[in-house]
């Protein structure tokens, strides 16, 4: 897909759904563009391995706020989130 054509939105999502990481809109376009198309070619990120038995969180909810989001491992240990879903057992690793 050409990266060159997408506004900051298009490449944010893009940049999720593709590779799993976000990426900042406060930064000019021309700059996403460019950071969108390193990812391309380096491909998409691998997630940490999961060690066997190694429940792995699919959602998380604040409990403060109620603010349900998918799980991300820079979430781990925060005392803010608890998790509402968890990926199958039998599920492999995404990127693997």
Excluded: C
Excluded at 6 to 29: C, H, P, S, W, Y
Excluded at 47 to 68: H, L, Q
């Amino acid at each position: 897909m050409d990266v060159s054509t997408m506004n900051k939105d298009e490449l944010f999502d893009f940049a999720l759904k593709q590779f799993g990481v976000t990426i900042d809109k406060r930064r000019r376009l021309e700059e996403l563009q460019a950071q969108v198309a390193k990812y391309q070619t380096i491909g998409a990120r691998t997630k940490p391995k999961v060690m066997p038995g190694e429940r792995v969180p699919a959602f998380v909810r604040n409990i403060r706020t109620g603010v349900v989001w998918p799980w991300n491992p820079l979430y781990k240990g925060n005392p803010d989130l608890e998790v509402i879903e968890w990926e199958p057992e039998n599920a492999e690793p995404e990127g693997h």
